[in-house]
T-cell receptor, first 113, second 117 residues
C-alpha cells in the first residue's frame, strides 16, 4: 500500500529560527512530490512540486529536497515567522495512480515569539 | 479570479440525516477532486471527476457516499444516513490538468466541516 510518513508530528520553534521537516514515502512508481501548507480552518496551499529529476526546489523561505533513491524528502523553513504556524503536508503521486494523491499526516508547526 | 469555494462551511447533522456539500471549482478547471480530512490527519482521496465524468471513486468509504458533477462544473458530495464516523472536513480541489502525466497543480477550497451528532 502506498504510504507517506512525516516526522515530527509537531514542532515548536522560536521566531527567527530554522527548522526541517521530514517525509518518507513508499509510493511507487514515483511521479512527483509536493509540500503543502495548511492554515487552521483553510484548505492546503501548494509550496513546492518536485518531479523525479529534481532534488531541490525553493519558494521564498521554504526549501524542499528530494532523494528519490532513498524515498525521502525534507522541507526546510528559514528564519521562521509567526505566520509560518500551520500544518505542513507531504503529498506524493504515483505514475500509475492517475490523479490520486497520497497525503502524509502532516507536521504541525507552532512558531512562538 | 475567485478560487475554489465550498458551501456550507460548517454543517451539523443528526445521525441518520442526509447531507449535501457543494463545491464551485475555479472556472475552466476540468478536473475536480473530493477529499476527506479527519481531525489531525492528512486528507484522504474520495473521488475524482474529469469534466462530468467520474473517473475514480475508489476512495468513497461506503455506498452512502455519492458525488456528481452533472455539467462539468459545480460538484455535490452527498452523504446519506450520516454516521458519527462521517464527521470530518470535506475538501474539494480543482485542477486545469488536461492530459495524464502532467505535473499539475491542485487548488483547494476551504472545506466543509461536517459534525454528526
Amino acid at each position: 500500500k502506498n504510504q507517506v510518513e512525516q516526522s515530527p508530528q509537531s514542532l515548536i520553534i522560536l521566531e527567527g529560527k530554522n527548522c526541517t521537516l521530514q517525509c518518507n514515502y513508499t509510493v511507487s512508481p514515483f511521479s512527483n512530490l509536493r509540500w503543502y501548507k495548511q492554515d487552521t480552518g483553510r484548505g492546503p496551499v501548494s509550496l513546492t512540486i518536485m518531479t523525479f529529476s529534481e532534488n531541490t526546489k525553493s519558494n521564498g523561505r521554504y526549501t524542499a529536497t528530494l532523494d528519490a533513491d532513498t524515498k525521502q524528502s525534507s522541507l526546510h523553513i528559514t528564519a521562521s515567522q509567526l505566520s509560518d504556524s500551520a500544518s505542513y503536508i507531504c503529498v506524493v503521486s504515483a505514475v500509475a495512480a492517475g490523479n490520486k494523491l497520497t497525503f502524509g499526516g502532516g507536521t504541525r508547526v507552532l512558531v512562538k515569539p | 479570479g475567485a478560487g475554489v469555494s465550498q458551501s456550507p462551511r460548517y454543517k451539523v447533522a443528526k445521525r441518520g440525516q442526509d447531507v449535501a456539500l457543494r463545491c464551485d471549482p475555479i472556472s475552466g478547471h476540468v478536473s475536480l477532486f473530493w477529499y476527506q480530512q479527519a481531525l489531525g490527519q492528512g486528507p484522504e482521496f474520495l473521488t475524482y471527476f474529469q469534466n462530468e465524468a467520474q473517473l475514480d471513486k475508489s476512495g468513497l468509504p461506503s455506498d452512502r457516499f455519492f458525488a456528481e458533477r452533472p455539467e462539468g462544473s459545480v460538484s455535490t458530495l452527498k452523504i446519506q444516513r450520516t454516521q458519527q464516523e462521517d464527521s470530518a472536513v470535506y475538501l474539494c480541489a480543482s485542477s486545469s490538468q488536461s492530459s495524464p502525466g502532467q505535473t499539475y497543480e491542485q487548488y483547494f477550497g476551504p472545506g466543509t466541516r461536517l459534525t454528526v451528532t
